[in-house]
């Protein structure tokens, strides 16, 4: 009996003195961000509080936590040192800001926006054909010819042109040319002025 205790307790000697193999130490994985989340409870910073108490602030906020959080999921420890800069340039651009429209102005400047899908291209559009131009119909020659001697040699050029005029002016034909007889001429001007309400001076006094 005395023996085997002896035994036991040689073995246990034996044990105590076997050197323990040391734990390997897990690799610290990086954070997801930087910067924590505001709380909002309790006593926290006036930026913070600028946070917690204004929807969009909080919103941007939670977009670039995810952005960085996103960034740092197997990212070598190089890209995390770049992560860890940019979020600490980040804190003190923010932290430096007075009001509202600062802090959303400093968080829209490191947020990525994310890749809109490209729309397909539009079919190149078909030529359309234009409907050739009318061209205008000729204005008919008028069928009057002048029958006799002309007014202009009747009682002179400047006279006749007086009574072209004045036939002109009150027939919309425009058939008042000088080579018409002076005749002519003064029964056109009489049935024109004859149909003009608006008269001219001319037609109230006799015509020549």
């Known amino acids: 009996m005395r023996k085997s ?6 073995v246990l000697a034996l044990g105590a003195c076997k050197p323990t193999e040391p734990k390997p ?6 954070t997801s961000a930087l910067y924590p989340r505001p709380t909002c409870t309790g006593t926290v910073s006036a930026i913070h509080k600028r946070i917690c108490e204004n929807k969009s602030l909080d919103w941007l906020d939670r977009v670039l936590q995810k952005q960085w959080e996103a960034a ?13 800069a940019a979020q600490a340039k980040f804190l003190g ?23 809109k899908p490209t729309k397909p291209a539009k079919p190149a559009a078909k030529p359309v054909k234009k409907p050739p131009i ?10 009057w010819r002048p029958r006799g001697p002309s007014c202009a040699s009747q009682i002179g050029a400047e006279a006749a042109q007086r009574l072209s005029r004045q036939c002109d002016r009150v027939n919309p034909s425009r058939l008042c040319g000088v ?11 009489r049935r024109g002025c004859d149909a003009t309400y608006d008269k001219p001076g001319f037609c109230k006094r006799r015509v020549d």
């Open 134 to 143: 009318a061209k205008p119909s000729p204005t008919p020659t008028p069928r």
């Open 5 to 10: 205790l002896i035994i036991v307790a040689a």
């Open 25 to 30: 130490t897990p690799t610290p994985t990086p």
């Open 179 to 189: 080579e018409r007889s002076c005749g002519s001429l003064r029964r056109s001007i």
């Open 72 to 84: 740092r999921k197997g990212a070598t420890a190089e890209k995390v040192k770049e992560l860890d």
């Open 93 to 115: 651009e923010r932290d430096a800001c007075k009001d509202d429209a600062c802090i959303a102005k400093v968080y829209k400047a490191y947020i990525i926006p994310a890749a």
